[in-house]
């Protein structure tokens, strides 16, 4: 999913790139969100996520305490 202020910033710094995207929608919101957009996409991501991939992401250092303690939260699971 893109937008056009996104896309517009990424080659405004770096020209040079090709961009490629699923969807391309209309406008950021005035919260930043893309218009019509898809929803939430960390809730429809992280919705089958459990515990042993967050000890592994632990372990592997990708996230730290704080921040499993976050997406915990999120997701529901805390």
């Given at each position: 999913m893109s937008a056009?202020?996104?896309v517009d910033h990424?080659?405004?710094?770096f020209s040079q790139i090709?961009?490629?995207v699923g969807a391309h929608d209309?406008?950021?919101?005035?919260r930043g969100f893309i218009v019509p957009g898809l929803?939430?996409?960390g809730d429809k991501y992280f919705a089958?996520?459990?515990?042993?991939?967050?000890?592994?992401?632990?372990h592997?250092?990708?996230?730290?305490?704080?921040?499993?303690?976050?997406?915990?939260g999120r997701i529901g699971r805390k």
């Open positions: 056009p202020e996104g990424i080659l405004s710094n090709k961009i490629t209309e406008r950021l919101n005035s929803g939430d996409f089958g996520l459990g515990e042993p991939e967050l000890q592994s992401w632990l592997l250092g990708v996230l730290t305490r704080d921040s499993a303690d976050a997406l915990r």
